[in-house]
């Protein structure tokens, strides 16, 4: 079983940055891709970037291209989203998740989650 531990949320103003951090933790992620989503208060949950746990290969959403950055931590098991030049439509809950195989922009085809740390950007 995968566990995974969201920390690093907070109040920012707009024009700041903030770092998130995903705590793995239950088996070897060789096969994993690790994303993070963000649930915008009355929207769905969307796709904010992913990678690949072995190769490092990163995938982000056209609307936080540029700002953030997403990587890892092979020997700590730790996942993080750097966000910088954050906006106020950057507010949302923020999710770790993985799944094994192919990366993805989807989140129903990812198996595991956190349980979400709340980011708010005030303007």
């Known amino acids: 079983q995968v566990q995974l531990v969201e920390s690093g949320g907070g109040l920012v103003q707009a024009g700041g940055s903030l770092r998130l951090s995903c705590a793995a933790s239950g088996r070897t992620f060789g096969s994993y891709v690790m994303g993070w989503f963000r649930q915008p208060p009355g929207k769905e949950r969307e796709f904010v970037a992913a990678i690949t746990w072995t190769g490092g290969n990163t995938f982000y959403a056209n609307s936080v291209k540029g700002r953030f950055a997403i990587f890892r931590d092979i020997l700590k098991k730790m996942v993080y989203l750097q966000m910088n030049s954050l906006k106020p439509e950057d507010t949302a809950v923020y999710y770790c998740?993985?799944?094994?195989?192919?990366?993805?922009?989807?989140?129903?085809?990812?198996?595991?989650w956190g349980q979400g740390t709340q980011v708010a950007v005030s303007s």
């Open positions: 998740a993985a799944k094994i195989g192919l990366d993805s922009i989807t989140s129903a085809e990812y198996d595991y």
